[in-house]
């Protein structure tokens, strides 16, 4: 998770460039806001919420997915967060500011069990 320089702990996010796929604005995302490297296993699912700018309301949707670490390096991430850090998921859940973004954490959890699973199944694990 990731810290903003107002304090606030969040998951990365962001907006889609011209022509990407939810998929690649995820893992461009994430290498540009934790500095991660990742590879996309699966869908999670989605938050939707309202926020206010210039008087004006947006509605804005945010879809999660299932990454994992390949490289990279968590000092290497934007100015967007002042600090990134890695936790067990109770200690994340605990320093998320958003509580519909601890409800993806839990939801995360249980693909990660289901996909880990599946890999022991086929022998890749």
Not at 17 to 38: D, F, P
Not at 50 to 62: E, G, L, M, P
Not at 72 to 101: I, K
Request: glycine share 8%; net charge negative; proline share 2%.
């Amino acid at each position: 998770v990731g810290r903003s320089h107002a304090g606030i702990w969040t998951l990365p996010k962001g907006t889609p460039q011209a022509g990407e796929t939810i998929e690649q604005v995820a893992l461009r995302e994430v290498q540009e806001e934790t500095g991660l490297i990742v590879h996309l296993i699966t869908y999670i699912g989605s938050i939707s919420y309202f926020f206010v700018r210039d008087q004006v309301r947006y509605q804005k949707q945010v879809r999660h997915f299932l990454l994992e670490a390949v490289g990279g390096d968590t000092t290497l991430h934007d100015q967007e967060y002042d600090m990134v850090e890695w936790f067990p998921l109770s200690e994340a859940c605990r320093r998320l500011s958003y509580q519909n973004e601890v409800h993806i954490l839990y939801q995360a959890e249980d693909v990660l069990h289901r996909w880990l699973e599946y890999r022991r199944k086929e022998g890749q694990a």
